[in-house]
């Protein structure tokens, strides 16, 4: 089962160099099966819960941002429940994409300058 240690560096590897990684390729890497319906019972929801308490507590972008559904280009409804709730960004359904990729291109910045 990987650890928070195991995942931040390949997010962070990521993002410096901006790639995107699908939910799917990064559980690959891992040796998960990918979040299906129950994202709640996948091991990936209380890592990117942690890492965004964490990313929320420095001030830093979420690193979470650089995984994405492969489908939509862009992360599931997590993401943008936890954006709402640690950091009290407003998330309107409309706006999603906009919302996300604000926070993607300045998790981007940072990590590219570390």
Same mark, same amino acid.
């Given at each position: 089962? %990987?650890?928070?240690a195991?995942i *931040?560096?390949?997010? &962070? &590897?990521?993002?410096?160099?901006e790639q995107?990684?699908?939910y799917?390729s990064?559980?690959?890497q891992f040796g998960?099966?990918? %979040?299906? #319906?129950?994202?709640?019972?996948?091991p +990936?929801?209380a890592l990117? &819960? #942690?890492l965004d !308490?964490?990313? *929320?507590?420095a001030?830093?972008? +979420?690193?979470?941002?650089?995984?994405? $559904?492969a489908?939509? $280009?862009?992360?599931?409804?997590?993401?943008?429940?936890?954006?709402q709730?640690l950091?009290?960004? %407003?998330?309107p %359904? $409309?706006d999603?994409?906009?919302?996300?990729a604000? &926070?993607? !291109?300045a998790?981007v910045?940072?990590?590219?300058? !570390?």
């Amino acid at each position: 089962m %990987p650890t928070v240690a195991d995942i *931040a560096p390949v997010l &962070e &590897e990521a993002l410096a160099h901006e790639q995107l990684l699908s939910y799917a390729s990064l559980a690959a890497q891992f040796g998960l099966a990918p %979040p299906g #319906q129950s994202w709640q019972a996948h091991p +990936f929801c209380a890592l990117f &819960e #942690q890492l965004d !308490q964490e990313d *929320a507590q420095a001030g830093r972008p +979420f690193r979470t941002s650089v995984v994405v $559904n492969a489908s939509t $280009n862009y992360p599931g409804n997590g993401f943008f429940t936890t954006l709402q709730r640690l950091r009290g960004v %407003p998330v309107p %359904p $409309n706006d999603r994409v906009v919302v996300w990729a604000r &926070e993607y !291109q300045a998790a981007v910045a940072y990590y590219r300058h !570390q």
